[in-house]
Every structure is written in structure tokens, then in C-alpha cells.
């Protein structure tokens, strides 16, 4: 059951902070990013529960593909904002690699991969990639 967004001003003034983590780049750090991403939807579910329960779950796989897809792509450090909009939950990875995320063929033979950029698509309402020359922002916006 979906419910029609509304801004009244109750999410600043009930403290729904936003929740950015900084991460090495080390393949354990999916698990903290997902952590990170637990911790600020249980703070936002205290005041606006999601629209149905599937948007929880679409919003940690979302971050688990970013995040494994920093690991995997980019060498070094990753930072993950999470933050309320006033309909849903938007999403920015920061990771030093400058090139843009491609979709990529399934390839079972060759060890795997190849479904989470297309992954992401499907979940999100909006994707879009920034490029600096520190790297690059991917930012996603998901229902709440």
C-alpha cells in the first residue's frame, strides 16, 4: 500500500539525520556499508515506515551492488551518504575511479557478475553518475 509524499517539515524536526560512513575500499566493507544503511533506515522507520516492505530490502541490496562495485572497481577509499527525501531514500557512493559504470553481460561460465549495474536500474527511480577528477558520485533514488 502506498501512501501519497507529503512535506510538513516532520522529518527535520524529528531528527532524521543524515547518515554518511567512509570505508578503506576492503571487501568487508559491503558488510559496513550495509550496517550503515540498517542503522539509518531503523532511525527512519521510527518515524515514517516505508510504503511497503520490499523498499528496505531494495534499498540494502542497492547498497550492497554500490558498494561491492566500489570494492571490486575502484582502488581505495568509498564514501556512502544516505539521506531522506521527502518520498523516498537518496543514495550517493563517492569512490576514486573515475570511470563510469557499464552494464556488463551475465557470464556464469566466467565466475559471475555482470547483474548489478542492471540491477541497480531496475530498483531505482533515478540513477545518475557524476565524474570529478577525485572520481565519482553515483547517486540513486529509491521509494519509501
Do not use: Y
Amino acid at each position: 500500500m502506498s501512501t501519497e509524499p507529503h512535506w510538513d517539515g516532520t522529518l527535520a524536526v524529528q531528527g532524521i539525520p543524515n547518515r554518511t560512513a567512509t570505508f578503506a575500499g576492503e571487501p568487508q566493507d559491503v558488510t559496513g556499508a550495509r550496517l550503515a544503511a540498517e542503522g539509518f533506515l531503523r532511525e527512519l522507520a521510527r518515524v515514517t515506515p516505508p510504503s511497503a516492505p520490499e523498499c528496505w530490502h531494495d534499498i540494502l541490496l542497492v547498497v550492497d551492488e554500490l558498494a561491492a562495485n566500489a570494492v571490486q572497481f575502484a582502488p581505495g577509499p568509498f564514501r556512502l551518504l544516505l539521506r531522506r527525501t521527502f518520498d523516498g531514500v537518496h543514495i550517493a557512493l563517492h569512490d576514486t575511479s573515475t570511470t563510469e559504470p557499464r552494464p556488463r553481460p551475465f557470464d556464469p561460465e566466467g565466475g559471475g557478475g555482470g547483474i548489478g549495474w542492471h540491477l541497480i536500474h531496475t530498483l531505482c527511480d533515478q540513477v545518475s553518475v557524476v565524474t570529478q577528477e577525485d572520481g565519482k558520485d553515483v547517486h540513486v533514488f529509491l521509494p519509501w
